[in-house]
């Protein structure tokens, strides 16, 4: 089942930084399917072999880099969804996603505007510095 996220920012919010977000939830595989809409896992491709959503290898990372990104810029959020009517898990390697290490999450390389995607390396350095952010 989809997870569907919808957002809006002040008027006063830098470009720059809707791309950002735009691009790496593109990045972690949503589907922008309108404005600050997006959709996991994409219509186009359907939902998993297992029916599962990859919440921690891309659900989660694509809402903590908006959620980071509007800490450290203070944008201000006008309003925020989040549908989802799902079930995931992970059973002994028999049913559903492993959480994967930062290197290992796969992430798309197309866009749906065609725009030059966030760059992968910036993006895992993230998850990285989140993840070592734990152990200090």
Request: with cysteine; hydrophobic share 30%; net charge negative.
């Amino acid at each position: 089942m989809p997870v569907t996220v919808t957002f809006d920012f002040s008027d006063a919010t830098d470009n720059n930084d809707r791309t950002r977000i735009r691009l790496a939830f593109q990045r972690f595989g949503w589907e922008t399917i309108g404005g600050t809409a997006y959709r996991y896992p994409p219509l186009t491709t359907g939902e998993s072999s297992s029916g599962l959503e990859d919440w921690f290898n891309h659900v989660i990372p694509a809402l903590m880099y908006m959620r980071s990104l509007v800490d450290a810029k203070d944008i201000e959020v006008n309003n925020f969804t989040i549908d989802a009517f799902s079930s995931t898990g992970w059973r002994n390697s028999t049913e559903g996603p492993e959480i994967g290490s930062s290197d290992d999450i796969s992430m798309s390389t197309e866009t749906t505007s065609g725009e030059p995607v966030l760059s992968e390396s910036r993006l895992r350095d993230w998850l990285k510095t989140c993840r070592d952010a734990t152990t200090t």
